[in-house]
């Protein structure tokens, strides 16, 4: 895996003299650390990194599948003192074992209604507020039963399909009477997909309603 940035960051290193917090002029080197969903291991030293480094590869690292893990970097002296941790380097680790790139935010308000001939629509929001990449589109997923297939989705969308955020995609006829239960999930090309699993069902009607019986007709002079 590739860590990087946290160059330039003017780190304070604690160095104690007569009580006073004093800032460390040199130093030589910075240290890696890790910890699991925000507990961070300092016993256990990751990687070393030199200073004009703005990046280092971590070999032989066994990460399990579904697992967070924050990675963090001080700047250490000669002498060992170190400063306080960098800004947190967040490493996700998808049910495959594949640790997820960085992702567009989620999709919002996921809602669905019938049509007619089986067909069920999907309408969603997106909004950019606050992204860190901006998506490439949303892989639709259906479950007829059977679960959720989250390595095969039923459909791919553009984002650029939606410029004004809103979103909507139609099924083609689908069996009649049957729940179907739909996810859309936000990805980009070459980083990562969302992982949110929120889920929204109804049943493909292709016949509809019944024909209304017992229509009487009276007639009365003005």
């Known amino acids: 895996m590739m860590i990087s940035g946290y160059t330039n960051m ?11 917090w004093q800032r460390l002029p040199f130093c030589d080197c910075h240290r890696i650390y890790r910890g699991q969903d925000g507990n961070l291991d300092y016993d256990n030293l990751v990687a070393v ?33 170190e400063s306080d941790d960098s800004p ?3 490493v996700v680790i998808d049910s495959a074992g594949d640790m997820i790139g960085d992702t567009p935010n989620p999709p919002l308000d996921l809602a669905i209604e019938q049509l007619s001939g089986g067909k069920l629509r999907l309408r969603w929001r997106y909004t950019r507020l606050a992204e860190e990449i901006a998506p490439t589109g949303f892989n639709i997923y259906m479950d007829s039963g059977s679960g959720f ?32 239960r739909f996810c859309v999930q936000s990805y ?30 009276t007639w009365q002079e003005a």
Not at 198 to 216: C, M
């Open 49 to 81: 990194m030199d200073l004009t480094d703005s990046q280092i590869s971590i070999p032989d690292q066994v990460l399990p599948a579904n697992t967070t893990w924050h990675y963090i970097r001080r700047q250490a002296s000669g002498c060992g003192l």
């Open 10 to 20: 003017g780190i304070w290193a604690p160095y104690i003299s007569m009580g006073i």
């Open 188 to 217: 980009r090309t070459g980083a990562g997909e969302t992982q949110n699993t929120d889920f929204v069902a109804a049943r493909a009607d292709s016949v509809g309603p019944d024909a209304i019986t017992g229509l009487r007709a």
């Open 88 to 90: 947190i380097c967040e």
């Open 149 to 180: 297939n989250f390595e095969t989705p039923t459909a791919t969308m553009s984002y650029g399909i939606g410029g004004s955020g809103e979103f909507q995609w139609t099924s083609d006829a689908l069996v009649h009477g049957q729940l179907y």
